[in-house]
């Protein structure tokens, strides 16, 4: 078998820091992938709520390749179009002052940190220099570089690399007296996800959210919002902060913002925006012209197809489909999220039912923790792949 062979060679060659399952993906035509024999696969995992616009969309790729024909890297001691227009639609969409494209999510939450510490440094020039200190919240997912990795709350990843950077504290995602109770003279930031996507799928209350808020303005804190995941259209708004009408000082986005190409951004407001100077950060790929040219694309998508409005349609739809379910099974003991960024907990380990899904259904899913599946598929379903997917998903839970 073609494919039993690549997987050996892959565990040859590649630094193992993953279990992969033993599918070897070939191409992909809207909400379905094929492996290399050809089978078919539903996809509800968008490669980690990456390809918004599903697979091989033809306004996304014919404006790629037009752009790969063109000019693809010149660095960033220059200008290019693409990076200002993909830039200028991404202010238009949050309403932020100012950009910063990065190579990855990691990277755009490792530009925001930099921004806070920026920030706390150029407040207390002249004084006593303490470290600025920073809030992040237990169960977090913020990235994998040692900066990214400190505001994880997540000790099992963390504590193989430690030590860390200083001033990181955690407090308890939706509580906010236990964020309280960590701020002092030296905190000058608060990150969090309005979802929390890889720690199981927890969107934040809107008590929560307006309470950081307020926090953060009484104590002059930097608030970072973490989009990576559940921005970009996915909990039916273009970003999930704006449901609760608060406006975070940085946040960041990356996953979907390229429909597949590795771009992510860091955007700050107000005081945040001007806190880093000329010197202060660099990229050598960060916002070349073929990954913004993708960016634009997307936002242009968007836009055109009124993407957001879609999203909360159909997850409307996805929801009321997963709560039959879950009223249906006995494994099912909990359901999460909003738009199509959603999750089942369950009774048993969640790992057996994706796999089975995957390798007897066709039915790409992502797990987020022990007992929960996460749904992030590409904004493009359809009810009748919602419908599919159930049916596959009945069958293998059992
Ligand atoms: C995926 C993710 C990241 C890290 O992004 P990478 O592109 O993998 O570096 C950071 N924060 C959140 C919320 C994420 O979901």
Redesign the pocket.
């Known amino acids: 078998m073609a494919d039993k062979e690549m997987m050996e060679r892959a565990e040859h060659v590649l630094y193992k820091t993953y279990n992969r399952y033993p599918v070897v993906f070939d191409h992909g035509k809207g909400v379905h992938l094929y492996d290399t024999e050809g089978k078919e696969y539903l996809d509800f995992g968008a490669g ?2 990456v390809m918004g616009l599903g697979y091989g969309d033809e306004e996304y790729t014919r404006a790629v390749k037009a752009q790969l024909d063109k000019l693809t890297h010149i660095s960033n001691l220059f200008y290019n179009e693409p990076s200002v227009r993909a830039g200028e639609k991404l202010l238009a969409a949050s309403g932020m002052d100012k950009v910063f494209f990065t190579n ?6 490792e530009g925001a940190l930099k921004i806070a510490r920026r920030y706390h440094y150029n407040k207390t020039q002249g004084g006593p220099q303490a470290a600025g200190e920073i809030i992040a919240m237990n169960r ?6 040692m900066g ?1 990795l400190s505001v994880t709350g997540n000790s099992h990843y963390r504590e193989p690399f430690a030590p860390l950077i200083p001033g990181i504290r955690f407090a308890d995602f939706n509580d906010l007296d236990s964020v309280k109770a960590l701020v002092n003279e030296n905190t000058c930031a608060v990150i969090m ?1 309005p979802i ?3 720690g199981g799928v927890y969107p934040v209350t809107e008590e929560f959210i307006k309470g950081v808020r307020a926090l953060c303005d009484a104590h002059d804190l930097l608030l970072i919002l ?5 921005g970009m259209g996915r909990s039916g708004e273009m970003f999930a902060w704006q449901h609760y009408g608060v406006k975070p000082d940085v946040m ?1 986005v ?2 979907a913002l390229g429909g597949g190409l ?1 771009v ?1 951004a860091f955007l700050a407001c107000g005081k945040a925006a001007s806190a880093m100077v000329p010197g202060d950060h660099g990229t050598t790929y960060g916002g070349n012209p073929l990954v913004t040219a993708g960016a634009e694309a997307v936002l242009d998508i968007f836009e055109s197809r009124h993407i957001v409005e879609h999203v909360r349609e159909i997850g409307a739809y996805l929801w009321e489909k997963l709560e039959e379910l879950s009223a249906a099974s006995d494994k099912i003991c909990g359901h999460r999220g909003m738009g199509l960024i959603q999750g089942l907990e369950f009774t048993v380990p969640a790992g057996p039912i994706v796999s089975k899904a995957l390798l007897e259904e066709g039915l790409v899913l992502i797990g987020a923790g022990e007992r929960v599946i996460r749904f992030v598929p590409p904004l493009v379903i359809e009810r009748a792949d919602v419908d599919e997917m159930v049916k596959r998903l009945g069958r293998a839970i059992g």
């Open positions: 980690i709520a990855s999510g990691t990277e755009a939450v977090s997912f913020h990235g994998r570089s990214a996800e929390q996507g890889e973490d989009e990576i995941q559940c960041t990356a996953k590795p992510g």
